[in-house]
């Protein structure tokens, strides 16, 4: 959530983001409406000082005139002190109406942008920092991953469709162990890299979902249950993003305890709504997968190194997977909503002949800490500051699958191991 300072003393700089983001006209009248809140209550706060005053100076007079016997007098004053009381009243529940509506505008409000974001409309103007790898010569033409992972007997979507729909999938044999595998390997890769392992509830809060951003804006993309928890509205998690950043909020840390740094698997569960007709097929884009997700909270000082050392991370694992990658900053047209600066990294699929996304690396600064009430007390000074936060995968699993499986694939149709997965599956090929 953005400040309302901000807003009310310099609204430009929103408007610039909202512009660079190319942001519907929807945002820009919000974006007036809050302006025109800001005032209207800023004015009336004046309003309420004078009154709330002036009811205090004449208050007093009301004592010294019945003391003189001037009855009338001390009368006249109480009735300018009960209309004023009124007035009062009448102020402060328009200022309570003010400020909730000024909180729902502000909550649709996507983050400030960070000056590098690179100007653009969509992912085709997103920017390539570097690459990693070679893409292999497989000598033959690659099968997609569904066809194999079939042909295998290790994926089976007819059947998952018959049990729960489309975009779900069964792993089999090979490919349950080899999901496994991955997840294994990614969350003790986070523990060798100093990261503490969570494991958190798969079911949240509305609070909880507003607190990273995903609601009020994104509830068509969620999976909203029957039944409410902690009398709330219960969601299941998008990502571990969700539960883990909001671990710490409605909390005031110490600066000593900054950088935190978190990493929890979860299964991830997205209703999809604005991807119809995308990657129908296969296990690119499905309603549940698996992810392990990476969680930092920082000082603003601290935040740019931390954003830089989570990405560098998530390369290690795939450098060790020995699957080519780039990295690309995405533009203004294609960062997500809390987001202030962010990095995807694409792999490298030979049947799609081109890179996708793996992993989004996000630094959302103080945007979600605010929606959250997540601050911390600095070691020289009382006053509390908001917390930067960040989250990333580190990676998602089934792309990774997805992968490794085109990637490492033979000519009889049988798909290689990667040597850092051979531990843990007992294996060197499937099928």
Same mark, same amino acid.
């Given at each position: 959530m953005l400040d309302a300072r901000l807003i009310a003393d310099n609204p430009q700089i929103v408007r610039d983001t909202l512009e660079r983001r190319h942001a519907k006209p929807e945002a820009f009248q919000d974006l007036d409406a809050l302006s025109s809140l800001i005032t209207r209550r800023k004015t009336m706060q004046a309003e309420t000082d004078d009154l709330r005053a002036e009811k205090n100076r004449i208050s007093k007079q009301v004592g010294a005139?019945?003391? #003189?016997?001037?009855?009338?007098? +001390?009368?006249?004053?109480? #009735?300018?002190? +009960?209309?004023?009381?009124?007035?009062?009243?009448?102020?402060?529940?328009?200022?309570?109406?003010?400020?909730?509506?000024?909180?729902?505008?502000?909550?649709?409000?996507?983050n400030i942008l960070d000056e590098r974001v690179p100007h653009g409309k969509s992912d085709e103007d997103n920017v390539e920092v570097r690459r990693w790898g070679t893409p292999p010569a497989l000598g033959f033409a690659p099968r997609a991953h569904d066809e194999l992972g079939v042909a295998l007997g290790i994926v089976d979507f007819q059947r998952a469709s018959r049990i729960a729909g489309a975009r779900f999938a069964v792993l089999r044999g090979a490919g349950a162990r080899m999901e496994r595998a991955l997840i294994n390997f990614f969350t003790d890769e986070a523990n060798q890299a100093g990261y503490t392992e969570l494991m958190v509830p798969y079911i949240v809060t509305r609070s909880t979902m507003t607190g990273t951003g995903q609601l009020?804006?994104?509830?068509?993309?969620?999976?909203?249950?029957?039944?409410?928890?902690?009398?709330?509205?219960?969601?299941?998690?998008?990502?571990?993003?969700?539960?883990?950043? *909001?671990l710490h909020g409605d909390e005031i840390l110490d600066e000593a305890q900054l950088p935190i740094r978190y990493a929890s698997f979860t299964p991830c569960f997205r209703s999809e709504a604005g991807s119809?007709?995308?990657?129908?097929?296969?296990?690119?884009?499905?309603?549940?997968?698996?992810?392990?997700?990476?969680?930092?909270?920082?000082t603003p000082e601290q935040s740019e190194a931390e954003h830089e050392r989570m990405v560098a991370h998530a390369e290690s694992l795939l450098q060790k997977l020995g699957l080519a990658y780039r990295v690309m900053m995405l533009s203004g047209g294609d960062i997500g909503f809390g987001a202030r600066l962010c990095y995807d990294i694409e792999v490298w699929l030979p049947a799609q002949d081109t890179y996708r996304e793996i992993s989004s690396l996000s630094n959302c600064g103080p945007f979600q800490a605010r929606r959250m009430k997540m601050r911390?007390?600095?070691? #020289?000074?009382?006053?509390?500051?908001?917390?930067?936060?960040? *989250?990333?995968?580190?990676?998602?699993?089934?792309?990774?699958?997805? +992968?490794?499986?085109? *990637?490492?694939?033979?000519?009889?149709?049988?798909?290689?191991?990667?040597?850092?997965?051979?531990?843990?599956?007992g294996v060197d090929q499937i099928g």
């Amino acid at each position: 959530m953005l400040d309302a300072r901000l807003i009310a003393d310099n609204p430009q700089i929103v408007r610039d983001t909202l512009e660079r983001r190319h942001a519907k006209p929807e945002a820009f009248q919000d974006l007036d409406a809050l302006s025109s809140l800001i005032t209207r209550r800023k004015t009336m706060q004046a309003e309420t000082d004078d009154l709330r005053a002036e009811k205090n100076r004449i208050s007093k007079q009301v004592g010294a005139l019945m003391k #003189q016997g001037k009855r009338d007098e +001390a009368n006249v004053i109480r #009735q300018r002190v +009960a209309e004023g009381k009124a007035r009062l009243e009448e102020l402060e529940n328009e200022r309570k109406a003010l400020v909730d509506q000024e909180r729902s505008l502000l909550l649709g409000l996507p983050n400030i942008l960070d000056e590098r974001v690179p100007h653009g409309k969509s992912d085709e103007d997103n920017v390539e920092v570097r690459r990693w790898g070679t893409p292999p010569a497989l000598g033959f033409a690659p099968r997609a991953h569904d066809e194999l992972g079939v042909a295998l007997g290790i994926v089976d979507f007819q059947r998952a469709s018959r049990i729960a729909g489309a975009r779900f999938a069964v792993l089999r044999g090979a490919g349950a162990r080899m999901e496994r595998a991955l997840i294994n390997f990614f969350t003790d890769e986070a523990n060798q890299a100093g990261y503490t392992e969570l494991m958190v509830p798969y079911i949240v809060t509305r609070s909880t979902m507003t607190g990273t951003g995903q609601l009020p804006k994104f509830e068509e993309d969620a999976f909203r249950l029957n039944a409410e928890v902690n009398g709330q509205d219960a969601f299941l998690i998008p990502t571990a993003e969700v539960p883990v950043t *909001n671990l710490h909020g409605d909390e005031i840390l110490d600066e000593a305890q900054l950088p935190i740094r978190y990493a929890s698997f979860t299964p991830c569960f997205r209703s999809e709504a604005g991807s119809h007709g995308r990657d129908t097929r296969g296990l690119i884009r499905l309603h549940q997968f698996h992810k392990v997700e990476l969680v930092h909270i920082a000082t603003p000082e601290q935040s740019e190194a931390e954003h830089e050392r989570m990405v560098a991370h998530a390369e290690s694992l795939l450098q060790k997977l020995g699957l080519a990658y780039r990295v690309m900053m995405l533009s203004g047209g294609d960062i997500g909503f809390g987001a202030r600066l962010c990095y995807d990294i694409e792999v490298w699929l030979p049947a799609q002949d081109t890179y996708r996304e793996i992993s989004s690396l996000s630094n959302c600064g103080p945007f979600q800490a605010r929606r959250m009430k997540m601050r911390y007390k600095p070691e #020289q000074g009382k006053k509390t500051i908001f917390c930067h936060t960040l *989250n990333g995968s580190g990676l998602a699993v089934g792309r990774t699958l997805v +992968a490794i499986m085109e *990637n490492y694939q033979q000519a009889d149709g049988t798909i290689g191991v990667p040597e850092v997965l051979r531990p843990y599956m007992g294996v060197d090929q499937i099928g």
